[in-house]
């Protein structure tokens, strides 16, 4: 069974720059979820993801977007980058929406200059 | 404040220890509770998934909820080495959305 996978692990971007970042989820999950993690905080969340749909969003901008594939993968997009937006990106898969424990990725380490 | 508390520590102790992690929280809507334990450099690993009071056993782990008290706790029998780490309780109304707790560092002792 493989876990999730997140790509890319590391990226330096530029104040004002976009950023992709990709998520594949645990085989037979069909829930994404996004949460950012600034260093010596928790995980917050940012989005949910259910069969491609948005199933939720926390407390954070529009130029914060998502997407999810017909075969459950997902991407986070962010737009016009800020120096706070540097943290650890986590992506989280579950098997159903609700009622199911979240399995974490290892993340994308984000840093903007 | 904060919904979900978690004292950041560090906490250590030697070898063989019993542990005690606690989080309390304010929303009395939470129902679903989770520990996970994350590694430097790593994602959160799920430890201990509990729905509603009571208690859970796994091994070396134990989760315990009062939700009259709006408290939780992790408890770590023979603490090893290899447990050390930043460990987080994390928290749901309805399975979706988790609130996390800032993570307590965990340093067991040689």
């Known amino acids: 069974e493989t876990g999730v996978t997140q790509s890319p692990t590391h990226l330096i971007k530029t104040r004002g720059q976009q950023v992709t970042l990709r998520c594949s989820s645990q085989?037979?999950?069909?829930?994404v979820s996004w949460y950012q993690q600034a260093l010596g905080q928790g995980p917050q969340f940012i989005f949910q993801?259910?069969?491609?749909?948005?199933?939720g969003r926390g407390n954070f901008p529009p130029r914060f977007s998502g997407l999810q594939f017909p075969n459950y993968s997902s991407e986070l997009n962010v737009n016009a980058l800020e120096l706070d937006d540097s943290a650890l990106y986590l992506c989280?898969?579950?098997?159903?929406?609700?009622?199911?424990?979240?399995?974490f990725g290892n993340g994308t380490r984000l840093t903007v200059t | 404040q904060k919904e979900v508390e978690q004292d950041p520590g560090p906490l250590s102790v030697p070898e063989g220890a019993i542990v005690s992690l606690n989080c309390t929280y304010s929303?009395?809507?939470?129902?679903?509770f989770m520990w996970y334990r994350q590694y430097s450099r790593k994602g959160p690993e799920l430890l201990m998934y509990?729905?509603?009071?009571g208690n859970k056993e796994d091994g070396r782990f134990t989760a315990q909820v009062d939700k009259s008290s709006k408290y939780i706790s992790l408890f770590i029998r023979d603490s090893q080495p290899s447990d050390s780490a930043t460990y987080l309780c994390?928290?749901?109304?309805?399975?979706?959305?988790?609130?996390f707790g800032a993570g307590t560092i965990l340093r067991v002792k040689s």
């Open positions: 989280a898969s579950s098997f159903e929406a609700g009622y199911s424990p979240l399995h």
């Open positions: 085989s037979g999950h069909n829930t």
């Open positions: 993801y259910y069969r491609e749909e948005e199933n």
């Open positions: 929303n009395s809507a939470f129902q679903y």
């Open positions: 509990t729905y509603s009071s």
């Open positions: 994390a928290m749901s109304a309805n399975g979706n959305k988790l609130v």
